[in-house]
């Protein structure tokens, strides 16, 4: 069963990393606000087509603690898809990974968890890659000379939706043992549907963002994509297999996920970083890997030795 969860696991974030490579072409027919509301207006859809037998017994704790998390997801989901607008689909799944790097940090002044050696190794390595991947240099004196001069407002949105993801998962982990998931999985899809139509019409009507859709068969694919398979789908399938491998491992197949995208991103969008975003996107991944697994590896070293 353990090897049945895990490549389905793989599945999922093969899935998922497809999603910036199939949006990111996308957002040239539609803007990113009203694609956001119509993916999670057909995953509401479908969600309450599923659970619509037990909506109206909520708890009105629930409400109010799925509602929290669907405002972190709103956020996250939002700033992430206007920031691919800008920024390639291999920086934004890159930078996107490192939400992992900002979780433990979080938990630090949320839940008052002590902060772990590999924590603090994953954000140095992170941020070093960062450098890296947001440098168009061609050397490293040019590298140091111009840090931070290629980091874009796409990357920057970016940013924010992996810190937001890292509150999510947070607050997810305050929750789990208060609710029903059932109940937070169709709170928190309404929740950034609602956000999202609120803000796509703010944005309309002061012309900050106008809505633009050309409906064409890309756009139908990306949508349906995104909002069944990558939303409903995923979720699904995580729920019921994750329990079945431990969380370290789990956590090593979901970190390839940055790695997916960039392939694929190379191999559909012919999307190149150089040399300086090859190791950027390098040590971002293994700063991930380290704030995962470190401690737990010092750990079973150390109990070894003792044996």
Known sequence: MRLKAELILFLITFIWAGTFVIIKPTLQFISPLLFVTI?????????????RERLLRIPKPTLKMGSILGIFLFIGFVVQTIGLKYTTATKSALITGTFV??????????ERKPLKTGSILGVILVFAGLIFLSSNESN??????????????????????????SGYIVYLDIISDKTDFNDV????????LIGSFILMTVFNSFQIEPI????????IFTILYTSIFATIITTFLQTKYQKYTSPTRAAIIFTSEPLLASILAYLILNETIGIFGAIGGFLIIFGVLTSELYDELVKNHRSKNEV
């Open 39 to 51: 993916r999670f207006l057909i995953a509401a859809l479908v969600l309450t087509l599923i659970y």
């Open 185 to 192: 999985v169709w709170l928190q899809i309404v929740v950034t």
């Open 101 to 110: 790097v900002f979780t433990p940090i979080l938990q630090v002044f949320v």
């Open 140 to 165: 490293f004196l040019e590298l140091i000379l111009t840090i931070g001069k290629d980091f874009n407002i796409g990357d920057l949105l970016t940013l924010i939706c992996a810190i937001f993801f």
């Open 212 to 219: 633009k859709f050309t409906l064409n068969s890309q756009v």
